[in-house]
Structure formats: structure tokens, C-alpha cells
């Protein structure tokens, strides 16, 4: 699917229709946003354009060189759009390509930053005169529904604080929550870096219109804070996985010194029944009516001493 975005009478209006490109006088043209598209559809934008886009293979490469590069005439950049799934957040390749004010957007499924921008193009859209002020604006976006993330991120983080220092019980699906948090934060931080080192690129690109890098230094500067709060996410799960491992030993060492108290309890009157269980020919006890009664009572005196001793050294 195509959609066009071009200037008429001064506005930007939409099109959805892939014959509306062959009618559009090039000079008119802001946008044009390739989605779930086909092979006819590419190469019409690339006759329209005089352009060579790039694939989605290429749009997903790791390296810095091809995350941004530069020709005489267009600006090339990639970039992973995080999105929200079943399991976390998944990323999505997105190539841009902006030749002759014309921006161009190749994309698989449907993004929220790209919703978010088409909204702020139809609530104003009178100041989008050309690619570049659309670009600047899906990163703007970007940064905002970041930064929207994070801040869910830190609920999600509140929330088990406020599990773990309330609720005596541990469970195992709060470690797992946490582990799933730093994952996500983690990846949330990649994402946000791979988003400051393409400002930053085109921050310095000569083809960028001067008039649009003041906007481009503030979004440096944003993506700057969204790292720092990502650094203090990561602590404050590293405190509270901590804080989950230290409870969770407490409990163990509660237990076990349950079960040395009664080992130790127990083991005077099993000394005692030891001694009674010989088989030696002369023991005064064993023909003594009173012996039975007297081996009870003193295996009990024996338990209760030794809880005596216990209580007096505070260590029940």
C-alpha cells in the first residue's frame, strides 16, 4: 500500500490510491509511505523518484555504515521502530530515503509512530512543507512514545516494589517479572541509542536544511534524559532483584534454622536413648521399677534445657 502525502493550495492532503502517483506533479510531493508493499508498487516510487530504495534485508543490517549513508543528492538512513507483542516488545526495520524534499518511507505492518504522525500532520498540516519536517517529526514521535514506554516501565517496576515490600509471601513470577523488565528495558535502551546516533547523523548531514538542526539538538538532548532514565530503571530493578534474593535467603535460613533447633532438641534424648539401648550385663536402671519413667523425664528436662539455653542466648 502506498500512501502519499502532497501539497495542494499549500495543505498537505493524503492519498491512498497508487495511481494518484503518476498524477501528483513531483514538485508537490512531501511523503510517500510504502506499507506491506509489492514489487510494482517499489519500482513505480523509484521511476517516480529517480531512486534506488533499499530492501527490507538491507534496512535490517546491524552495522553503523548501513544504518546511515549519505549521496550526492539523498540522505539513506535505517532504523528498528519498537513495537508491543504477545511476548514483549519485537522491533521492526523501517528504511527512510529523503531526495529533493521528498521524504520516503519502506515498511513492514503498521506502526504507532507512524500513526501518531499522520495525526500530527492532519491537526496542522500546513507547517509539513517538505520530507525533512515529516522526518523530523516521526523521530519526534518516536522519542515521545519512548519515553511513554519508560514510564510504563517504571509503573511495572513500582508496582512489584510495592508487591515485595508488602506481601510477606515470595513468588516466582516476580523474579521472572523482573528478569522480563531488564530485557525490556534493555532492549528499550538499544533502540533509544540507535535513535540518538541517527539524529546525530543528520545533525551533521549537509543536505539537512540549517533551519531544522535546532529542533534536531533538543531530540539529541531528549534522547540523552530516556538514556539516563534507563540507566535508573536498571537500578532500581538490580535493587529490587537484590532486595527478592535477600528476602528469598531469609526464608531459607528460616527454614533450616528450623529444622537445626529441632535436630539439636532431639539429640540429648537421643543420646540418652543411646546409652539405655546398650547391651551391657550391668546396668542398675534396667531392673529398676522407676527406670522407665526416669529415662522419660529425662530425655524431656534434656529437650527443655536445651530450649532454655536457646531462648536465654536469644537465638529463638
Do not use: C
Not at 16 to 43: C, G, M, Q, T
Not at 86 to 93: D, M, T
Request: overall charge negative; cysteine-free.
Amino acid at each position: 500500500m502506498i500512501r502519499i502525502f502532497h501539497k495542494v493550495n499549500g495543505e498537505i492532503l493524503q492519498e491512498k490510491i497508487l495511481d494518484a502517483l503518476d498524477k501528483v506533479p513531483l514538485s508537490n510531493l512531501v511523503w510517500i509511505d510504502l506499507r506491506d508493499y509489492d514489487k510494482h508498487e517499489l519500482e513505480s516510487v523509484q521511476q517516480k523518484l529517480e531512486i534506488k530504495l533499499q530492501s527490507a534485508s538491507e534496512a535490517a543490517e546491524i552495522e553503523s555504515s548501513s544504518r546511515y549513508f549519505e549521496t550526492a543528492d539523498t540522505i539513506f538512513l535505517n532504523n528498528i521502530f519498537l513495537f508491543p507483542g504477545e511476548k514483549g516488545y519485537s522491533g521492526a526495520p523501517v528504511s527512510f530515503a529523503v531526495k529533493n524534499d521528498v521524504l520516503v518511507t519502506t515498511r513492514t505492518g503498521d506502526l504507532r509512530v507512524f500513526y501518531e504522525t499522520v495525526k500530527k500532520i492532519k491537526a496542522n498540516n500546513r507547517i509539513f512543507k517538505s520530507g525533512y519536517q515529516v522526518l523530523s517529526s516521526i523521530f519526534e514521535t518516536r522519542i515521545e512514545l519512548d519515553a511513554d514506554m519508560l514510564e510504563g516501565i517504571a509503573r511495572d517496576i513500582s508496582a512489584i516494589g510495592k508487591e515485595i515490600t508488602i506481601n510477606k509471601e515470595l513468588e516466582e513470577e516476580q523474579i521472572i517479572r523482573i528478569t522480563a523488565l531488564q530485557e525490556t528495558t534493555m532492549i528499550l535502551r538499544e533502540s533509544i541509542v540507535d535513535t540518538q546516533r541517527v539524529i546525530s547523523s543528520l545533525l551533521k548531514s549537509e543536505l539537512y536544511p540549517p533551519e531544522g538542526t535546532q529542533k534536531l539538538r533538543i531530540m539529541v538532548k531528549d534522547t540523552g534524559s530516556l538514556l539516563s532514565h534507563t540507566s535508573f530503571s536498571f537500578e532500581r530493578l538490580e535493587y529490587l532483584q537484590n532486595t527478592f534474593l535477600g528476602l528469598l535467603n531469609i526464608e531459607q535460613n528460616k527454614t533450616i534454622k528450623i529444622f537445626t533447633v529441632v535436630s539439636v532438641i532431639f539429640m540429648p534424648p537421643t543420646l540418652i536413648a543411646s546409652l539405655y539401648g546398650m547391651n551391657f550385663s550391668f546396668m542398675p536402671e534396667l531392673r529398676w521399677d522407676y527406670g522407665y519413667p526416669f529415662a522419660i523425664v529425662l530425655m524431656v528436662l534434656s529437650s527443655l534445657g536445651t530450649l532454655y539455653l536457646f531462648r536465654r542466648k536469644k537465638w529463638l
